[in-house]
């Protein structure tokens, strides 16, 4: 018993050995322990909330990446499924009285549905048909929940109850840090690994040449439409925990402007990483919540110009994006060779 | 509700989307870029007409119409030479640079004019009365000069000796390069004209049909846009001009039928578009070309 116990021990030490040899591996490991030791500092409660909020935005942006870095097909109505998890959430609660603990998987599975229906026609045909049309969606569901008036309340927004409405509101704040990091660090794990399978290069060959991975026997369709299903029910997710932790399902959720966040969060950190994407997100959104809202008041209307402007920017000069760029350097003091350069060369 | 009045009121204000639609579809065809911030230039030029011919300057409003699609048409092309032409051969980023300047312009103009709704006069007033329908002077205005642009545009890509180079280049780019064509001059001229296009409509639209100004307005017209092209074939311009007609008389018949059908319009364009691209996946005008 006593040997098996030891062996067992030398090859897990071994392992985690040469798994942690490699420094950005390790540089995870630090921020994943650093980010559970948070609310440990005692923070500013405003700060720890953006911070919440962030990751949850994490999601989202990993989720768009999954879709557009890898598969070639940008959402430019991301914010469509985004919105129909906080609005799915709410109108559960406010007509049938249901926790929003159940409303995530419900809200799932209608992603599952409404993914189904948007991409049967425009991802089956060549052509960017998909990008194009993405933009109307959200609008779409806007008129209808403008539309149903009396049960959505319209512009004024919906209710939505709390995860956790037995504690006081500051151990609810922690409680909440804690689960969107629970739910980040696991969805972070499950799209980075699809993004890194065999899957994962089907979508890239997708994203690269579609006439030639046809002609290699791939169903391009297929794989196309599981991305998109992915992506748009870790989006779905994400807009399930954003409603309860604001309270609130409003219209703007389904904007053109919210449905860009995501691209300028995955563009900042770089496109087809997964890890760029949720890094991006983390950093700029709390640029947004809290530094330029409490820190440096800037008005609201500047901020979308603020970050906007930076991102035409680095698509012409830095395609590769900055927390891409940092980790390629980290990954080359291990002795891998880079890919920036390689993969974005053209 | 009556027969005469969605036939009418139909084809004008499919044509004026045609219009719009046509900018996109032109683009699109010569010079594959996807522009996505084709709505803000609609915004856009509601606004400078609104500033030129009402606000600040008091120029004459005909004169404004002239003058308003020009100035946005140099902006349109500063945008193309500053930001897009570095990355003309990368679609992914042109779809995000495009989007990215269509939310800072429409942050721009939020800040400048606030969110408030300006109410904006018509160029002309009065109307003429068809049968038992009224129709303002200023909407036949609007068909007017969308019908000759979409002449103009038609007989120049047909007749003159630029508008061939233009079907050329549509083409082949590296064929025309080798012609001795100046591709670089024709995609200049082609956004200019795109945007000049998206200008005049977005002052028509908004001098004779909506009536007021705000930073969002382009976002509906710009998704009946997007239908209209996908409906028509991506890069037909004919395409464009008849799924705006069809479109037009769509958006009529369903805000004039149906209870609440001002909200479901973009939902029937969207199920037609879903409904053609099932059965004709180029379009109703466009070619299905393999390209390798």
């Known amino acids: 018993m006593e040997i098996k116990f030891n062996t067992l021990g030398s090859i897990l030490k071994g392992s985690m050995k040469t798994w942690l040899v490699t420094p950005h591996r390790l540089l995870a490991l630090v921020i994943i322990t650093f980010s559970f030791l948070v609310p440990s500092i005692k923070l500013d409660i405003t700060l720890l909330r953006s911070i919440t909020l962030a990751s949850i935005s994490a999601i989202f942006a990993a989720s768009w990446d999954l879709l557009a870095g890898y598969c070639g097909q940008p959402n430019f109505g991301h914010a469509l499924t985004f919105g129909l998890g906080a609005y799915g959430t709410a109108l559960l609660y406010n ?99 699809i993004a890194n399978s065999l899957r994962g290069r089907i979508f890239i060959s997708i994203l690269d040449d579609e006439l030639a991975s046809q002609s290699c026997g791939i169903n391009i369709t297929k794989y196309k439409m599981q991305a998109l299903i992915v992506s748009n029910c870790f989006a779905c997710l994400a807009g399930s925990l954003y409603a309860p932790i604001v309270n609130l399902a409003s219209l703007w959720t389904f904007s053109l402007t919210f449905s860009f966040y995501p691209v300028i969060w995955t563009v900042f950190g770089g496109v087809q990483t997964i890890y760029g994407a949720i890094m991006g997100a983390v950093i700029l959104e709390t640029l947004d919540r809290y ?33 891409r760029l940092i980790v390629e350097k980290i990954k080359n003091i291990s002795g891998k060779t880079s890919v920036v350069k390689e993969s974005h060369g053209g | 509700m009556l027969i005469e009045s969605v036939l009418i009121q139909g084809l004008i204000s499919g ?15 010569v010079t594959r870029i996807l522009n996505l911030a084709h709505g803000t230039f609609y915004m856009l ?46 679609y992914f980023g042109i779809m995000v640079v495009t989007v990215a300047l269509a939310l800072i312009f429409q942050q721009l103009t939020l800040i400048a004019f606030g969110p408030q709704l300006i109410p904006v006069a ?22 007017l000069i969308s019908i000759t642009v979409f002449f103009g545009l038609w007989f120049f890509t047909i007749k003159s000796k630029t508008g061939t180079a233009l079907r050329a280049l549509s083409q082949d780019r590296e064929i025309t390069m080798l012609m001795g064509i100046n591709v670089k001059k024709l995609y200049v001229f082609t956004i200019f004209l795109s945007t000049l296009f998206a200008a005049l409509a977005g002052i028509l639209i908004i001098s004779s049909v909506t009536r007021q100004l705000t930073p969002t307005i382009w976002l509906a017209p710009l998704s009946l846009a997007f239908s209209i092209v996908v409906l ?46 099932l059965i004709r996946p180029a379009g109703i005008f466009g070619k299905y070309v393999e390209r390798v």
């Open chain 2, 122 to 143: 018509s160029i002309i007033s009065g109307s003429l009365v068809i049968g038992r329908t009224g129709v303002t002077y200023s909407r036949i205005l609007s068909l």
């Open chain 2, 15 to 29: 044509v004026t989307y045609a219009l719009l639609a046509c900018g996109f579809t032109l683009v699109y065809g």
């Open chain 1, 95 to 193: 007509l049938l009285g249901l926790s929003p603990w159940i409303a995530i998987p419900v809200n799932l599975l209608i992603a599952c549905v409404i993914s189904v229906i948007i991409g049967f026609p425009f991802l089956r045909v060549r052509g960017p048909y998909f990008s194009l049309m993405s933009m109307v969606f959200p609008q779409i569901a806007t008129s209808i929940i403008l539309l149903f008036k009396d049960v959505t309340r319209g512009d004024r927004g919906l209710p939505c109850p709390t995860f956790f409405p037995f504690l006081t509101i500051t151990e609810r704040r922690i409680a909440e840090y804690y689960m969107a990091l629970l739910f980040l660090l696991v969805s972070g794990i499950i799209m980075y690994k």
């Open chain 2, 232 to 277: 028509g074939g991506l890069g037909s311009i004919k395409g464009s001009f008849f799924g705006g007609i069809i479109l037009g008389y769509v958006e009529n018949i369903v805000v004039s039928i149906m209870p609440g059908g001002g909200y479901l319009v973009d939902l029937v364009a969207m199920i037609m578009v879903m409904a053609i691209l």
């Open chain 1, 291 to 323: 530094i330029l809202n409490v820190v440096v008041p800037v008005p609201q209307e500047w901020h979308m110009v603020i970050f906007s402007i930076p991102i035409v920017i680095f698509i012409i000069k830095w395609r590769f994006g900055l927390v």
């Open chain 2, 45 to 90: 030029g509601a606004y400078v007409f609104y500033v030129l011919g009402f606000g600040y300057v008091g120029l004459h409003p005909a004169a404004a119409l002239i003058v308003a699609p020009l100035i946005v048409g140099l902006i349109g092309v500063v945008c193309y030479i500053l930001c897009l032409r570095p990355i003309i051969d990368d």
